[in-house]
């Protein structure tokens, strides 16, 4: 017979390396509510771990992806744009009317196209 246990709702951060001070602050926010298990990659990374394969896990079994958008995010190229890409596979999955993809914004920017289907939050850096 298999125990119920009482885990915690996993939460991915994805973010730009440019925002990593407010999505520090968002990780020790949702942290501190104690029913919330955050993702970011400066806490769960542990040296010598793969860091596709450890990300990919995390948003595999994370319960919501946080998009963390800002002016600095939307138009930068790289790790951030695969790490979206990802996520938007894994939500493909989801019955229809899941909650999953979550999108924040740090300031007045322009959401990328592939998430304006997604209500966003609005957070003011002075506010997370």
Not at 4 to 20: E, G, M, P, Y
């Amino acid at each position: 017979m298999m125990s119920i246990t009482n885990q915690k709702f996993r939460v991915f951060l994805c973010h730009a390396s440019q925002d990593k001070l407010v999505a520090r602050e968002l990780y020790q926010r949702l942290f501190s509510e104690g029913w919330i298990d955050p993702w970011l990659d400066e806490e769960k990374l542990l040296p010598g771990q793969d860091w596709d394969m450890e990300i990919e896990k995390a948003v595999e079994d994370a319960d919501a992806i946080i998009v963390c958008l800002s002016n600095k995010s939307v138009t930068k190229e790289g790790y951030i744009q695969r790490e979206l890409k990802f996520a938007l596979d894994i939500a493909l999955e989801k019955p229809e009317g899941t909650i999953f993809i979550i999108p924040l914004r740090f300031d007045d920017c322009v959401p990328p196209r592939r998430l304006r289907a997604w209500q966003y939050v609005e957070i003011g850096r002075a506010h997370v």
